[in-house]
């Protein structure tokens, strides 16, 4: 099927109203919590902080390797190497002690035919691991993700597509079978542009971010509970939830500070209630998108989609004026 001429506008124009975006959040040296020293950490991707010690991946172009990075001071104090021919590794999610979940799921061009995850030993020291690899299908055809996560209670694993105009969380099955392709089921919409997300201890709620937003949603109906502005980042990958329930932030570029993101005192007491007994039970299958969301994803598309024309009309106008200034003259 053709492409719809405003698709290619607002694919043209989404671009620079993210980046505006993130450029307009002022800079917070307050919420700075370390910044990386490790020169081979140029495009933290993916985050995690478990045990009193941070983990991070580089994204594509790296092999794949995890970084074991103490707080502290920013010094990378270990690493493992678990796969030199890894594709696009673009997230990190916890697996229990000592071990973390490295997804490598990027698909930029959507031409993976399966992606594949893997757990992975970490810690201090350097080390050689190819860890457990699971791999992964998407119902329906290839898509993009930069997230990946798992519940706390359950430890079932989660992927989170990277749509322009909105992403669709997808459940991972419960048993993984390590010697076949593991097919993903649909779970719900969620924002657009997802780089990378985790649960908070309660196993109630979720936050994904992207490059300048993230929103806290309830689990597992996928019910936004709050739409947060994140602080001003080169451009913000990395989301780590602590075991205590901060939520700590990562960027590309080299010697990037990891950033502390305050939690509204609202969504803090809504972290801290009690579940209510009558829990809502895990779904199979995908919510349906609503015209509110819809409408909430497209908004900034919209408007960078609107921008756009309008230059493209003022420079209309301007060479049609210019053409009958000179036929005048003439």
């Not at 920013?74 to 696009?88: I, K, L, M, R, Y």
């Not at 949603?217 to 739409?227: F, I, R, T």
């Amino acid at each position: 099927m053709r492409g719809s001429p405003l698709l290619g506008v607002l694919a043209i124009g989404a671009p620079f109203v993210v980046g505006a975006f993130v450029v307009s959040n002022p800079l917070r040296p307050d919420l700075e919590v370390f910044t990386f020293t490790d020169p081979e950490i140029v495009e933290s991707s993916g985050l995690v902080a478990r045990d009193g010690l941070a983990y991070t991946v580089n994204d594509s172009g790296d092999t794949g390797r995890v970084f074991t990075v103490d707080p502290e001071t920013g010094d990378t104090v270990g690493t493992t190497a678990f796969d030199p021919d890894a594709e696009d590794v673009e997230a990190l999610a916890p697996a229990g002690p000592g071990e973390v979940w490295v997804g490598d799921i990027g698909d930029n061009r959507r031409q993976r035919s399966e992606i594949t995850v893997t757990r992975v030993p970490v810690g201090q020291g350097e080390r050689t691991d190819a860890g457990t690899a699971v791999r992964l299908i998407y119902p329906g055809g290839a898509r993009d993700a930069e997230a990946l996560l798992v519940h706390p209670q359950t430890g079932r694993l989660f992927v989170v597509s990277k749509g322009a105009l909105g992403g669709q969380v997808y459940a991972a099955p419960r048993e993984l079978d390590e010697s076949a392709p593991n097919r993903l089921a649909p779970r719900g919409p969620v924002l657009g542009m997802v780089t990378d997300g985790s649960f908070f201890p309660d196993g109630r709620h979720l936050m994904l971010r992207s490059y300048g937003r993230a929103v806290v949603y309830h689990w597992p109906s996928l019910e936004p509970e709050a739409d947060l502005e994140l602080p001003r980042q080169r451009q913000g990958e990395g989301l780590a939830v602590t075991e205590d329930g901060e939520v700590l932030l990562s960027s590309e570029g080299r010697e990037a500070p990891v950033l502390r993101l305050p939690l509204p005192d609202d969504v803090q007491a809504a972290l801290e209630d009690e579940p209510q007994q009558s829990a809502q039970p895990e779904r199979t299958s995908a919510r349906d998108v609503t015209a509110e969301a819809r409408d909430q994803e497209l908004r900034p598309y919209l408007i960078g989609g609107g921008i756009l024309l309008g230059v493209v009309a003022v420079a209309a106008a301007v060479r049609h004026w210019r053409h009958g200034a000179h036929r005048r003259s003439r």
